[in-house]
Nanobody
């Protein structure tokens, strides 16, 4: 089991940057996949980026080149660095931990990009 707490969201202008943080209540070294998802109003939750226990990363096509996922295993924290933000990036961003067979979610952090 793990508790996840996101932070770092806010309101920024288009073209700006934000860094989201996801603090876990336990070691993340052995967690299969840590990921960031987002959900915009009226839309389904979608994967933004993920990082495996081995350090492999994957990104949604819509954010490739603008977003970097990273982790600090000493701080049990996963980050999402987002640059060149667009209004369509506006959503609630959720941290996810894949501890098969269970999935754990944080409470989400709001990201709003103004045009």
């Amino acid at each position: 089991q793990v508790q996840l707490v996101e932070s770092g969201g806010g309101l920024v202008q288009a073209g700006g940057s934000l860094r989201l943080s996801c603090a876990a209540s336990r070691s993340i070294r052995s967690i299969n996949v840590m990921a960031w998802y987002r959900q915009a109003p009226g839309k389904q939750r979608e994967l933004v980026a993920g990082i495996t226990s081995g350090g492999s990363r994957n990104y949604a096509d819509s954010v490739k080149g603008r977003v970097t996922i990273s982790r600090d295993v000493l701080k049990n924290t996963v980050y999402l660095q987002m640059n060149s933000l667009k209004p369509e990036d506006t959503a609630v961003y959720y941290c996810n931990a894949d501890l098969y067979p269970n999935n754990y979610w944080g409470q989400g952090t709001q990201v709003t990009i103004s045009s």
